[in-house]
């Protein structure tokens, strides 16, 4: 019989906390940055009490890369950190991509570039979706809007990384990583059967020895088979992970597209632009790589218009365009460096495209 | 001496140039993993350098790690499987110049681990630029003038930094120029393992190595390099043994 989960009020930073520990994350390596300190914080109390290891790394390069280590003996294991840092961690990133490694990375964005500010940002949209560190990877990459989604999604990114041996980065904000909202603890189940890892490395003993590497110098062709081997994965992925939520798209001539904390917000414009009579829905992609293409596809057949809302200054509009296939127009709504719309701002848009 | 095929080692033609030290340093950590009966429950990581092929000689599981970063790989790994025996095995580039943070910082962290520290005073990989050891006046592909010329500083001499931390256990420097002082390496890699299977921390071994090609030079001129220059400047002993044997 399944225990009775309790409701707690929690900040987001410390959601994760919970939901990793949840399901099984045992190895937690990261460096303070704001405004995802509680993760480091709150790890660094709670791991022990579960018999995992902690370590506050000397930087995120050095975190990432105890996370390509932790992983590599079959721990669940998990970083975090904010903009600058995963800018840090890329090179990690694309080591862990190359020798497949499961591990969860959380992004909760800040502004930038560069030093930016500590003010929720959606500004590492590309880093994440398209690549950020060097050569032909994918991350599988998971943008919660709702304290209780982003402790459900933290649990599944476990399942998700294990399942594809793929990196999965959890890609939130300030607002996300800071407010409190009440969330129900919910005991871990795993979303998919999950394969034995029979690449890990611990000792030798009655076994030949494994290795774990990225290099792929012979035969010269090597690597065009490990990166062919890579896209066939994508491409399953893609086939098999499109997470997106719809609201009021029935009837509706505008979408508005956002993801994250946005789309929360524009869901609260849509009722203030439906209360005017104005048929607006929402489409809120869940997984941004993948990303729902087909979803976007089938509103753009029906509706008018597109609007992208984002905290930045145009980033994830290029994927909605190309996902449309520029087959309706596509208005954009968005500033960069810190800065978030409220429904009001949202709704004098909708006003504004809606007539146009 | 017994000689004989060591179990750790893969049978195998390595790729390495004739005359170089990585080839011995490899033989001696496999004499030494097959002395301590513990080769089957090793994890060692690769470097970024001419060792990166590391796996392609060692019987061991190994993982190859980014430029540098050896250090936090080890260190995740041997803090979730203490029971296992984790070693670094690192050049001068990617121990002392791009890694130097890891380094320190596991170093001072007192893991439980043994690093392996081939100092050959040049990037061999890459094809003979200076790297953090490379010595006053040597010449190398972007300090064709000789190492000072252009505000290089002075080599790194890692021994001495590290017996700086409160957190080190045992600091060696050896060299594999001659038979004498391959013999003392193997003692302190011996002694490295050892610490680290008696869960006593830290330990680093620094052997001065040859790298022939890259010094442009026979063999048996980069043995004197090693036994006169080398030395001179990164003198051989003890430099930290917290243990005091
Ligand atoms: C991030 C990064 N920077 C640079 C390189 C190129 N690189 C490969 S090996 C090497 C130097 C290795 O020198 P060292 O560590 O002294 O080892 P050796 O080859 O002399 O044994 C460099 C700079 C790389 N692979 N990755
Ligand atoms: S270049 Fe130098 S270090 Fe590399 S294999 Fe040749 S001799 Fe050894």
């Not at chain 1, 209360?275 to 990303?291: A, E, F, N």
């Not at chain 2, 041997?78 to 050049?91: A, C, D, H, I, S």
């Not at chain 2, 040597?138 to 003038?145: I, L």
Request: glycine residues 10%.
């Amino acid at each position: 019989m399944s225990k009775v989960s309790k409701k707690v009020l929690l900040k987001g930073n410390e959601v994760m906390v919970e939901a990793a520990l949840s399901a099984g994350c045992r190895f937690f390596a990261g460096y303070p940055i704001t405004p995802q300190n509680e993760v480091p914080e709150c790890m660094s109390r709670r791991m022990p009490e579960v018999g995992g290891v902690f370590v506050q790394a000397e930087s995120e390069v050095a975190a990432i890369n105890m996370i390509f280590g932790a992983s590599a003996t079959g721990t669940r294991c998990m970083t975090s950190s904010s903009s600058p840092g995963i800018s840090l961690k890329q090179e990690g990133i694309s080591y862990i991509a190359a020798g497949e490694l499961p591990c969860v990375i959380a992004n909760v964005q800040r502004g930038g570039p560069g030093l930016g500010n500590i003010r929720a940002s959606q500004g590492d949209y590309f880093q994440a979706v398209k690549g950020g560190g060097h050569g032909d990877y994918k991350l599988i990459v998971l943008a919660p809007s709702t304290l209780p989604e982003l402790y459900e999604l933290t649990q599944n990114a476990f399942d998700y990384s294990d399942y594809y041996r793929n990196p999965v980065m959890i890609l939130g904000d300030g607002i996300l990583g800071q407010m409190a909202e009440p969330v129900e603890l919910k005991e871990y189940k795993p979303i998919v059967t999950l394969p034995e890892k029979d690449w890990i490395l611990d000792g030798c003993e009655g076994r030949d020895p494994r290795v774990i590497k990225t290099l792929y110098l012979y035969p010269s062709d090597s690597l065009a088979v490990h990166n062919a081997h890579l896209k066939k994965k994508y491409e399953q992925i893609a086939s098999e992970l499109e997470l997106f939520e719809e609201y009021k798209t029935e009837d509706c001539e505008l979408v508005i597209a956002a993801y994250g904390m946005t789309a929360r917000i524009a869901k609260a414009a849509i009722r203030l632009a439906r209360d005017k009579g104005m048929k607006v829905g929402l489409l809120r992609p869940i997984s941004l790589w993948p990303l729902a293409n087909s979803a976007f596809m089938r509103l753009a057949e029906t509706a008018k218009k597109f609007l992208v809302v984002e905290m930045s200054n145009g980033q994830f509009i290029e994927d909605v365009r190309l996902a449309t296939e520029c087959s309706v127009p596509v208005e954009f709504f968005g500033y960069g460096g810190g800065w978030y719309p409220t429904p009001e701002n949202i709704l004098e848009r909708i006003e504004k495209v809606y007539t146009l | 001496m017994n000689f004989c095929r060591t179990e750790s080692l893969i049978d195998t033609v390595t790729h390495y140039c004739p005359g170089c030290g990585h080839g011995i340093i490899h033989r001696l950590v496999a004499e030494v993993l097959d002395e301590l009966g513990v080769r089957e429950k090793t994890i060692a990581t690769a470097p970024v350098g001419c060792a990166v092929l590391f796996y392609n000689y060692m019987k061991c599981d190994i993982i190859e790690c980014a430029h540098g970063r050896s250090p936090a790989v080890a260190t995740a790994i041997k803090r979730l499987l203490p029971e296992n025996v984790v070693f670094t095995y690192q050049g001068d580039g990617d121990l002392a110049a791009i890694g130097m943070a890891e380094t320190i910082h596991a170093a001072n962290r007192g893991e439980n681990i043994t690093v392996i520290f081939v100092n050959n005073a040049i990037y061999g990989m890459t094809g003979g630029q200076m790297a953090p050891t490379t010595l006053l006046g040597q010449m190398s592909t972007t300090t064709e003038a000789g190492r000072g010329n252009n505000q290089e500083g002075p080599p790194i001499k890692v021994c001495e930094l590290l017996s700086m931390l409160d957190g080190v256990t045992y600091l060696e420097r050896v060299a594999v120029n001659d038979a004498k002082n391959v013999i003392k390496t193997k003692k302190a890699i011996r002694k490295g393992f050892l610490n680290q299977i008696e869960g006593r921390g830290f330990s680093m071994v620094e052997v001065l190595s040859m790298c022939p090609t890259d010094w442009k030079v026979s063999p048996l001129k980069a043995a004197e390099f090693v036994n006169i220059d080398m030395k001179s400047v990164f003198p051989l002993g003890v430099y930290k043994d917290e243990d005091g044997q």
